[in-house]
C-alpha cells in the first residue's frame, strides 16, 4: 500500500508568493519522521526540513514551514516568499518507527514552477 | 566532510549485460540506502545495508542485488539488464540504527544515470 501521497504533480506560483505542496501519509506507528526534499534538475536530493510524530510544533527553517496535522495525517510543506530557484521537484518522505528497521518510502513528488 | 559519492556518474550500457554501481557514504554513515528512480515510477527503493548486512528490501526482481563493504562503501548490480533498468539510480546515507529519527535523515549522492540500449 502506497505510505505516502502527493496528489498535485504540478503546481504553479508566482515568485515571491506562497506556496503549499501537499502530502499525506499512512501509518500505524505511533512514532515516525516525515522529511521534504528537494530535487533540482541537476538530479541531487536536498534536504529541507524534518517533522517527527512527537514534535508538537510545526517545523520551521527559514522560508520553509511544515504544517503538520497528526489527526489527518498530512504534512504539507510551505513554502514562501518563493524565489525562481525553487522550481524543482518536491519529495516527502517518511521513516517509521525508532528508525531500527525501517526505510525511508517517498511520495511521487511534485514538480513546483516559479514564474517571473 | 565530504559527501555521498555514486560512480559513474553515466552510464550506457546494451540490454542483457549486467552492471555495478558504487556509492561512498558520508564518513560515519553506516547505512546505505538505493532508490531507482523514472519519470513514470518516481523514487522506488531498492534496499538498505547496515553493517554489511542487508536490512530492507524493496519489490524488485532478483536480477538487482546489491553488498556493503566493511568501510560502509556500497555496490549495486544488476544482472541481465532490460530497457525497463534505465533510470537514475541514487544511493543514500544515513547513521543507521540506534539514533533519533531526526538523526535518520538521508544523505543523497548525484546519481548514476543508466541507459539501456
Known amino acids: 500500500a502506497q505510505k505516502i501521497t502527493q496528489t498535485q504533480p504540478g503546481m504553479f506560483v508566482q515568485e515571491k508568493e506562497a506556496v503549499t505542496l501537499d502530502c499525506t501519509y499512512d501509518t500505524s506507528d505511533q512514532s515516525y519522521g516525515l522529511f521534504w526534499y528537494k530535487q533540482p534538475s541537476s538530479g541531487e536530493m536536498i534536504f529541507l526540513i524534518y517533522?517527527?510524530?512527537?514534535?508538537?510544533q510545526n517545523a520551521t527553517e527559514g522560508r520553509y514551514s511544515l504544517n503538520f496535522q497528526k489527526a489527518r495525517k498530512s504534512a504539507n510543506l510551505v513554502i514562501s516568499a518563493s524565489q525562481l530557484g525553487d522550481s524543482a521537484m518536491y519529495f516527502c518522505a517518511m521513516r517509521e518507527g525508532q528508525g531500527n528497521n525501517n526505510d525511508m518510502r517517498f511520495g511521487a513528488g511534485t514538480r513546483l514552477t516559479v514564474k517571473p | 566532510k565530504a559527501g555521498v559519492t555514486q560512480t559513474p556518474r553515466y552510464l550506457i550500457k546494451t540490454r542483457g549485460q549486467q552492471v555495478t554501481l558504487s556509492c561512498s557514504p558520508i564518513s560515519g554513515h553506516r547505512s546505505v540506502s538505493w532508490y531507482q528512480q523514472t519519470p513514470g515510477q518516481g523514487l522506488q527503493f531498492l534496499f538498505e545495508?547496515?553493517?554489511?548486512?542487508?536490512?530492507n528490501k524493496g519489490n524488485f526482481p532478483g536480477r538487482f542485488s546489491g553488498r556493503q563493504f566493511s568501510n560502509s562503501r556500497s555496490e549495486m548490480n544488476v544482472s541481465t539488464l532490460e530497457l525497463g533498468d534505465s533510470a537514475l539510480y541514487l544511493c543514500?546515507?544515513?547513521?543507521?540504527?540506534?539514533?533519533?529519527?531526526?538523526?535518520?535523515?538521508?544523505?543523497f549522492g548525484q546519481g548514476t544515470r543508466l541507459t539501456v540500449v
Open positions: 517533522q517527527g510524530s512527537y514534535d508538537e
Open positions: 545495508y547496515f553493517s554489511e548486512t542487508q536490512r
Open positions: 543514500a546515507s544515513s547513521l543507521g540504527p540506534g539514533t533519533t529519527l531526526r538523526n535518520t535523515e538521508a544523505f
